[in-house]
């Protein structure tokens, strides 16, 4: 596919498609587009595309048309806003696309890290997202005719939220937003404004994180207000709400003649606080919201809109019945009646906390009414109530609070509002109420002579002088108005408690003649009608207009039959209607009453516009009574708050009508009335009657009319301010001083009625020079200098002026120009005396205010007066708060207003007392001050923003050499602050502030290589400028590659080219101007120059290595090396690696190492520096320590920190540390190492390893200094624990020999005596603790996918305890699972080494013992017995050795080789046997060390058949012995098993095939040099015959019934096979069941001993390398032929009988030996049967055989005696080819007793030929040497093979000595 130009047309414009297909081409012209994918088209061709992917838009190819689809962009195409979403016009929506596109790849991350609830909240984010961007696309959210434009911005707003939540979830950046929620475009915006936008995201609590702090308005949360007054603010003061909503009711129990209402308010326990919410069953209406709760109930009760109430308010419910008199009455008896009552169903009371605890509850309704069981619901005592049966409700509950109930909440169809029956916390001006309630409480009626009571029903209705008002009384809220409000009946009561609440709707101008009538009737279902039985009034004002006070009234029942008599209201409305109306006659008229008959009522008004207080219409009817006027105003200051503001206009009006005359004078009130002006202002101080302060100013704008008050206001308020010195009035003064504002408004405006009216101005001078007078004595007030707390009351009124100026700037310019104000705040500002904080404070809330004043501040002369001010007083109190909104409105205001003048006048005045402060409060900034500082930063950055080249210059000039220093070092530290301080997610903040940083230091720079520079250089300023670019270049905010690239292009185009290229190279410039001075920077810059070559950045990593170069060349220079280079580039590598960078950050820094080789090692070949060798022995350590990095990085992320890779890898660096490098801190990078290692064996359970390693630590401490004795004791301690806990208790040992002496020396007995304790019992626990014997394993790793330390390498691992090699194998495989596992043991070529794979070999091998040196002691005859030393060591001391402290191990490996014989494979089998050796011992500082030399030697066919039948002898001989020292077994299998394995292998195979491969005469005249291995293998045989007689015998002692037929078949396989070696003369003896025991003849036997250890000397010659050890493993069973040769029953008794004849002390007493050798001892003592030959030469036709039978010489024990009745046959001779051979006769074989009951064994016993153990094991030991290893003899005598040997030595090991290696 070619791409033709030619036929390519440009479109009209860039177009815009979606890829709704992938496409993906080899073509290199071809453009891969996945699904989604937004593609900018640029040319098209015959179905053919030509543009661009938005994912890269460097990459223009070609597509097919039809896979994309493309979409239409109303308006001009933007890049900008198209690269990262859709193409549609809505911001929004290509914000979603773009924001999920950046989750997509977050989100997966998720799933790989196993995080699945997080997974699973960003996928359900994701899917709402995308149904909200499909409905906010769709039409019906577009269109305003389908959809209102609430729901299209709450959609927006859940989208917006949504967004935020997830990038705050992810830790992706935050997008700042305007109120409106649309992404803020930080090039258009201030810093200023952009942390506005960053603030009020999280103090709306829609962020996650930052401060608390509120947006803008947090700086301005001093207000004017609440300076001085000392009163909460308005704002906080919410308003709290109840909702209720009626889920479901149900009452079955009632007919349907009946009809139900349920009455739902709250109640506080003393009275009902809100109105009644009646519901009754299938209305629509089933949601109630009781509004404006008043929070100091519920705080009284609970927790004010804590959303959990409380517990005394509560929910109260009553259930009305409209019917029948009874529920149960039929319908018959009610004929001729009403039948129509209103009766108390149920009823119950329920806490608000306990119904908000729960979704939904259901209520519990009791029967009867509220009030009558009130008392009975206060004691709890619900027991004496009946439960109301199938009656219930199911309700739902709310607490809210907020200024106003939500929209959607007051709009729903089925919500109705309930008001509280006050006016709340807060009362709003305009708000209009005028709501009467009343509530009948009681009735009290006389019995009347009837026995049976009443049955009360209170009728009630309003009657004004219309007469009965028509529907003007409702129960309450959904409730119908009624004309008459008829009450419940009680049944049979005379004293009904009633408790009924109602409204009565009562008009304004009716409301002062108007009454409420009380009418009772007895009610019955007989009678056709209620009958009247008297009447009760309340008139709802006074005679003075006065409404009646709110709480109980008692009434008046008067006694009337006749309704009628009603009509006229005066025949009643004079008489009294209760005893508090005194004013009536006590007569009653027409009508009589009794005084015993009342009626208790209570009412309350909540009205906006009538007055319950007296003494207000007093004030507000003055003119009708001028003589009371000062009685009038002095009961104002008795009248409640809310009475005042309702009738405010009114009260002031009266007010100033009586302070002036008509002429403008002073009255004989306008002192009084001043009083009472400051009154009122002081109450509408109040919070809850703040919202009438603007209804105040309205009133000032445009109700105030008092023209000629000014000069009196004046007069008042500067009498006033010179009275201060009087103590006694300061209060007064105060109260004056806190309403300043509100008197200076009236004053202004009265003058500006004043000039309005006159319509001339020409006393405006006087009146400035009145309140320039004014403002003087004020003045004098704040130059007054307070000196303790005496002055309090000083203090607080200078605060009060303080506050209450800059309040009446705006009225102040009415009258006065802006100059002369500006000159009057200067004056107000430079006489403060700044006497304590709240001074301060205020004073600088005036500057604030007065540079917010825009009519102020915008004017320039105005501004060119007050700046120089301002300034000063701002640095003089930069440390206060306070001063932080004057910086930030100055900044704001030299962004929009200001002049180049402002800023210099700013920078130089201020900017080094900023940076200082922002010094200080990073330093000591906490959470609470984190949006203070981000303020001030913000301001700091906002001020550099501005200042240019020459108020850079202008700002150093003026300053001396040292004040240059300091304020440069100041900025730079102030640039660090900022670069740490604002969090990273808060990226366009970061970003924004970098770029002001950057453009600053170009500045700076210049200056300080101007000023710091050859001859004024200096360090300090170099260093940290230094610190500062290093620290800019590598923040995380820079670092565009984990962006994704939409989000890199979009901080590219924001904010021009990458900033961390123009800090490169300015960096290497400043460091290219210091020439030879660069030697003052290493090597303290060497580590951050590393940390700057780790970004991944190209141009920035070319730029900044050659400094390395340059480092190494300026030390060299300087001290003849670079070692301080080198060790801290070495060090700073290991640190980085050490504080676990990420797999990034790891990358990066392998990339920029080898960037940094490949550059030395170019520097090095083309300028051939002095140091060249040097160099590249540097590069050389670097290559080693990288690979080792690497291979560490890989084995911790594979096994997790905690498998041997680990451990390895980790001694790997720390002996390359250890032994590679020459730094000053090599100690400590090595201890980094010792305590890792140990802390990974610690929790793999390597205790012991873990020992080792502290060793380690150890070894660099001494005994000297206080310190190292502290630390070196503390880690001995923890090595003794661990080798205790490891049963390494030998080890143990030596750390307590090493320890106790210092204890000793130091006199520190205590310790002493517990590390004397510890070594005792270490030495127990050797002797009585079984310990497993360790198991080794060889395992080579080959291929090169295993790390480099592993790579072709063998190690030797100890496995764990009891470990074998099956588990052993699984555990490797399972830390190398991707590893193919060896089958053979066989070397690997190169197919396997070479390959890109991994392969293990796992071989299992035998451990070499090297017991410790035992020295030698002295019998009783001066001969040392170092044999007989060697046995008296207990078993168990020794045992340890065998399996521990080994460097050396054999493995075999069988090789057949030619001539093959098809029918018996052992003729050529030989044994390839191997012998390894390792670095160190084991164990030691790691389970496994590498192999570093090797030896192989080549095992002949019968020697390793002689080997096999040796150890099947040692095997059986061992478990016979357990068996028959165990008397406590638990099966005999293992023997039955064991016995079974030799004999059917014995006749079917096994030793008939050895004995048909090397017992044959062919064989054995064609071998004549092998005749010694030939009378080893007969030996072999024939003790095995011995053994497995024995094993039978003991075998069917012990053998059950069950096992007799296996014992029978055994006892036949072993004669078949007896029968078979003495067919073969390997045996020919008889049995030794029927022998008898001969008598031993006597006579000396020196001289034939010597000739037997002559003769055996001569036959053993000199071993080669490693035949002591091999012995050790192959030939010890040759010692343990005796295991039966004591009898049993003659153990630890002592026989005294005579020996028999020719023994030569027979006379002595002896000790009998035990049949069995205990397992804890060597079975090598006592009698031996021993065959040994000794081969002259390899030319030798024959040999001779010699059979030796040793016993210690110095044992006092004798052989033991025959049976009575046995006898002696002689069948067996020696030949002897000796001297002495016929010097005396061969002693007679004995026969001895195994057992009282079993046979006995036959043992050839030579008494007088018998050698000493040392000689006789010395021996053996070159017998098999010679037999085994030398093999040259029989290669070069035509049949035989030469041993191949071959050593293999590791790289790092220095042994030269191949053939010593293993000794």
Known sequence: MKDNSNSWHTLNGKQLAIAIHNFRHQSRHCLELCVGDIVVILQESNGWFRGY????????GIFPAHYVHIKTYGGKYDNKKCDNGSPLDDPLAREVVATLREWHHKWRDLYLKRDYHRFEAIRVAMVELIEWRKQLLSSSVTTTTTCTADIGRTLRQQIVGKLDWGNDTLGLDFVPRTPTGEPVEPESRSPLELLDAHLAHYSSGSGGGGGSSSSADSVHSLSLSSIGRHLPDVKNVKKNHFLLQLRETNFNGIDDSNQIQMDFSLFDGNEYLTEKFCYKPNAKLSRVVF?????????????????????????????????????????????????????????????IADLIRDSDVALKLYEGDMASNYDILVRKQTNKLTHCQNAYINISCKLMSGDELPPHLLEAPNTCVALTRSFGDIISAGHFRNDFYLSIESAEFEKSGKTIPKNIEVTTCLVTDEGIQDKAISNGVNDDRHTYHRSHVLYHQNCPKLSEQMKVYVPLDLFEAAHIRFEFRHCSSKDRDRKLLGFAFLPLANPMGACIPDGDHELYIYKCEDIRKLDNVNDYIFIPWGPKDAQCASTSGLFG???????????????????????????????????????????????????????????????????????????????LVFKVLIHIFTTLAEPRFRSYEPALDVYIESQFSAALVHKGLISCVKQCAEMVGDSHKREAILKCMRVLSWLIKFIIQSRILFTRATGHNDDSDSFRSDMFALYGSLNRVLTIETKGPSDESITSIQEAILVSIPITFPQLINVLNVMNLSKLIKMIINSVFDGNYKIIAAKLMVINETVKCRTIWTDDESRFELLDTVIRQLVLHIVEKESLPILRRIVIELRQNGSQRDTEMLSIGALDVMVEHIIDLSEISGQNDSDYLSQFITCFISLLERMNDTDYIQLFEIRSHRQRKELLCHIFAAFHATLAHFPDHWSAMKMTANRVILCALQELCAIMSRDFLDLTFDVLVWRSFFSLAISFLTQRTLQLESYSLAKQMSILDNYGPDMRVLMGFQLVGCW????????????????????????????????????????????????????????????????????????????????????????????????????????????????????LLIDYRTVMSADGGDGDSVLMCTYALLRFYRDEICSGNRTAIMLRYIEKLSALHILLGNYAESAFTLQLHTNLLSWEGSAELVKKEQLYQQIIEYFDRGACWEEGVHVCKELAPVYERQYQLDKLSLVLKRHANFLDKILTKLRPENEYFKVGFYGLDFPVFLQN?????????????????????????????????????DSITEAQAQYIQIVAVKPIAEPPYISKSMDTNGVGSGSSVQNMVPEPALSYYNTNCVRKFIYDRPVQRAPFDPNNEFKSLWIERTCCQIEHRLPGVLRMFEVVATQTTQVLPIEHACETIENMNTELSKLISNFTSDTKYESISPLSMRLQGILEAAVNGGVAKYMDAFLMPAFIAANPNLAAHVVRLKSGIAHQVRILEGGLTLHGRLAPLAVRPLHQRLVERFQTMRAHIHQSNIDSRPSILSQPLPPIPGGGGDTHKKAVLNSAAAAFAANPIGSNEM????????????????????????????????????????????????????????????????????????????????????????PPLPPRASTLERNHSHSSTGSNSDSRPVLPRRQRKCSTDLEYKLIDIDIESIPSTPTLLAAIKRATHSATVDYGNIGGGGGGTTADTSVVNNNNNNHQNNTSLLD
């Not at 509560?314 to 004929?335: D, I, T």
């Not at 007093?618 to 503001?645: C, F, T, Y």
Request: hydrophobic residues 35%; contains cysteine.
């Open 53 to 60: 992917s938005q994912r890269n838009c460097c990459k223009i």
């Open 291 to 351: 509004t404006d709760l008043s929070a100091k109930t519920l705080a009284a009760n609970g927790s004010a809109g804590s959303g959990s109430g409380a517990d005394g308010l509560q929910l109260c419910v009553q259930v009305w019945r409209f019917g029948k008199m009874f529920v149960n009455e039929r319908s018959g008896k009610s004929v001729q009646g009403t039948g129509h009552f209103k009766r108390a169903l149920a009823f119950n009371m329920v806490p």
């Open 1353 to 1389: 390498r063998v190690f030797i691992f100890r496995g764990l305890e009891l470990e074998k090699i099956g588990a052993f194998t699984q555990r490797i495989q399972s830390e190398f699972p991707a590893a193919q596992l060896m089958t053979k043991n066989i070397p690997p070529d």
């Open 1671 to 1758: 012995l050790a493993v192959y030939g010890h069973q040759m010692l343990d032929e005796n295991i039966y040769s004591v009898p049993q029953d003659q153990a630890n008794n002592c026989l005294s009988r005579p020996r028999s004849a020719g023994f030569e002390n027979g006379g002595a007493a002896r000790v009998q030996r035990s049949r069995s050798i205990p397992r804890s001892h060597p079975i090598n003592s006592g009698l031996n049967t021993i065959h040994y030959s000794s081969t002259t030469s390899s030319s030798s036709a024959s040999s001779t055989t010699s059979t030796n039978t040793n016993t210690n010489n110095n044992n006092n024990t004798g």
């Open 1072 to 1187: 290219d101007q210091l020439g030879s001075l660069k030697i003052n920077f290493i090597p303290a810059l060497v580590s951050p120059f590393l940390e700057v070559t780790l970004v991944p950045e190209t141009d920035l990593r070319k730029a900044t290595i050659p400094i390395f170069y340059d480092m190494i060349n300026v030390e060299y220079n300087c001290n003849g090396n670079f070692k301080q280079v080198e060790c801290a580039l070495i060090d700073k590598i290991d640190i980085l690696v050490n504080n676990g960078a990420g797999d990034s950050e790891f990358r990066e820094l392998l990339s920029a190492m080898n960037n940094v080789k490949q550059f030395l090692n170019e520097k090095l070949t083309q300028l051939t520096p002095l140091w060249r060798d040097d160099g590249h022995r540097f590069i050389g350590s670097l290559s080693k320590l990288l690979s």
């Open 593 to 671: 009453r009794s005084p015993k008959e009342l009626c208790h009522v209570r009412t309350c008004l909540v009205s906006s516009k009538l007055t319950q207080n007296s003494d207000l219409l007093s004030l507000l009817k003055w003119r009708q009574n001028p003589e009371a006027v000062n009685d009038a105003l002095q009961r104002v200051m008795r009248i409640p708050g809310e009475e005042l503001v309702k009738f405010l206009e009114d009260v002031l009006d009266a007010l100033f009508s009586m302070f002036a005359n008509n002429d403008g004078s002073t009255t004989s009130h306008s002192g």
